[in-house]
Structures are given as C-alpha cells and as structure tokens.
C-alpha cells in the first residue's frame, strides 16, 4: 500500500510542473485557466512519464538499489495512471492536454541525459534528477494545482496522498546519499 501511495503522489505532485503549467497557456499566449480536464490529462502524462523514467532506471542502474526503485516506478505509476483514468471515465471528464511545453520538453531532455550517460554515472544523475523534480513540483502543486481543482474526489485523491510524497522524495535523496558513500562513487 505504502508503495502504491509514494507512486500515486509522485504522479499527482508531478502534475505541477512549471512546463505544465505553462503548457496551459492558449497560442493567444493569454493564460487559460487550469481546468480538472486539464489536470487529469497532466495526470496522465505525468505518470507515463514517471513510469517511462522508472523503466530507464531499471534497464540502466548500476545498482541493484536504482533497478529496484525504478521497478517500483514503473509498478506504482501503472497503478496510479489507472487510477486517474478510471475517475476521469467515472466522473465523464475527457482528459483535455495542455499545449506541449516545458513539462514534456523537460522530461525529453532528462531522458535523453540519462540514456546518454555512463552507466556507472546514471545511478547518481537519475537520483539528483529524481529530488530535484519532486522538489520543484511540489511547490507548484500547492501553489497552482491544488487552488484549480474543482472536483472533490480529485482533490481529494491529491491530497490523501500527499504526505507520502515527501516520503517519496526523502527515499530518493537517501538513496542518493547511500550511493555517494561507496567506494569508488
């Protein structure tokens, strides 16, 4: 359970990240009001972003460690991606994307960083990558994201999760700390 909440709040916080938010802006270049639909579709995205991140790190870490909490990645984003799609179906919201912008931008350009680095370098930049992420989004989520939710069972779900994502991000930063004191690291 634990695992399935840590993957669902790091979808749910990664839906705040600033390309996202301003990928909703209209080609008018006026800003367009958050929207559930909106958020659900970011939602979306952001889980199959994790998820394609976590199958990065499964396939590439050089430690067990790294493979394992990509697995984990991959597993709770599956989940939790599911879930958002199966209240977007339950609730009749047709999930509407933001224009692309820096969120997919971003998350391009991170895996193209991480597939280009040496293995035994990737542990450490997927780590870094992974805190400073959580970080950032968690800002704009309390800022940006949670203000526009409309939906008492969206929000709801945001924040029933929300403590764990700090969880989330507190493990990554460990991680990255444990791996940075080995030998040789």
Known sequence: MRKVLLGALAALFA?????????????????????????????????????????????????????????MLVHDHEMVRQQGRDLAARLRVTPTPPEPGDFTRD??????????????????A??????????????????????AIQNAELRKLVVDVAPAFQAHMAAADALQKKLAKRPGK
């Open 126 to 147: 997927f780590l870094l990558n992974e805190v400073k992420y959580h970080k950032t989004v968690i800002d704009l989520v309390n800022s940006r994201l949670l203000p």
């Open 107 to 124: 998350h391009v350009a991170a895996m193209k960083r991480l597939r280009a680095i040496s293995q035994r370098r990737f542990d450490q």
């Open 15 to 71: 839906l705040g990240s600033a390309g996202a938010v301003r990928g909703a802006v209209r080609a008018s270049g006026a800003p367009r009001e958050l929207d559930d639909a909106t958020i659900v579709a970011i939602f979306d995205a952001a889980n199959t972003f994790d998820m394609e991140t976590g199958a990065l790190a499964k396939e590439r870490g050089a430690s067990e460690e790294v493979r394992s909490f990509g697995a």
